[in-house]
């Protein structure tokens, strides 16, 4: 089935969120949502979560599923306003726990921060599936930029969060704790070989040079291609070396320290203190 997908682009974090819809219903699942979050003043905004909610609204939709690709690094999840307001089971990998054991620790969280992946109401291995509506969606492991990150291939679309890129641009940093160059060749290659037609939407958006538009879909066929990281076949040690090379002269992205709490406890904050106030921990040379 060729699922109906709507996509929305958050300018701040240039992050793209979906609401990818059973054609012949209702049912529909929210990928990557974004709570905006202003760093100099510690304030939230749902103007980005609100959009999409105007919109499932609009169409007189109803949300089975609100799914993480993975732990985001680079922008806060929406997904319990999101559940609130329309509801829907929200879903990420299993390897969320490795992720909450590591940052855990970062963060020096304490053993009431649970680590077992229960703030969420799926936790999905490599080969699950599910529906949405009469749309099946296939669950593949592709870690590499995080030990969580999932693809989530529904009908001919596949939503591959940080992993790949457009092709002009290429794959996902891999020097996050957990993170793994060779691992992340591993889960390219398990993407490439869905049929060529396959739709992949891609997570961030950064406009490669020379590029005027934003833009996040492409085709298996065209990453094949096109990739200028991992097409024509380039070979595992090549890219290893390109990767790593090239990951260890970026900065961390600048909202890395909020979205790392908040995204690993469902896109919920800390728990308040004793007065009802909520607080965010910033590591001194942890990252």
């Not at 969120?17 to 990928?31: F, K, L, M, T, W």
């Not at 929200?90 to 909450?100: K, P």
């Not at 590591?102 to 053993?111: A, I, S």
Request: some cysteine.
């Amino acid at each position: 089935m060729k699922p109906l997908v709507t996509s929305f682009f958050d300018n701040a974090t240039n992050t793209i969120s979906y609401v990818v819809r059973d054609p012949e219903g209702s049912q529909c699942a929210i990928v990557d949502s974004v709570l905006d979050f202003d760093y100099a003043s510690g304030r939230t905004d749902t103007a980005s979560a609100d959009a999409i909610i105007d919109f499932i609204k609009s169409e007189g939709l109803t949300v089975s599923w609100i799914l993480e690709t993975h732990v985001h690094a680079d922008h806060l999840s929406a997904a319990p306003y999101l559940q609130e307001k329309v509801g829907g089971k929200i879903g990420i990998g299993a390897n969320i726990t490795i992720v909450q054991d590591t940052f855990g620790k970062v963060f020096n969280e304490g053993t009431e921060f649970q680590r077992d992946g229960s703030q969420f109401d799926a936790l999905f291995k490599d080969g699950d599936s599910f529906h949405i509506g009469q749309l099946r969606a296939d669950v593949l492991h592709t870690p590499g930029h995080t030990p969580a990150c999932m693809t989530y291939v529904i009908g001919d679309a596949a939503f591959v969060g940080d992993t790949l890129f457009m092709p002009d641009f290429g794959t996902a940093r891999c020097d996050f704790p957990g993170g793994s160059a060779s691992d992340l060749y591993d889960s390219v290659q398990r993407i490439l070989a869905l049929p060529n037609d396959t739709r992949i939407f891609v997570g961030h958006d950064y406009k490669a040079p020379g590029r005027e538009e934003f833009a996040w879909e492409s085709t298996v066929g065209e990453q094949k291609s096109k990739n200028v990281h991992v097409g024509g076949a380039k070979a595992r040690e090549e890219f290893v070396e390109m990767r790593e090379t090239r990951d260890a002269s970026l900065g961390m992205p600048k909202l890395i320290v909020p979205s790392l709490q908040v995204n690993m406890r469902a896109g919920n904050m800390p728990e308040p203190d004793d007065q009802g106030d909520v607080f965010l921990k910033v590591p001194v040379n942890k990252l």
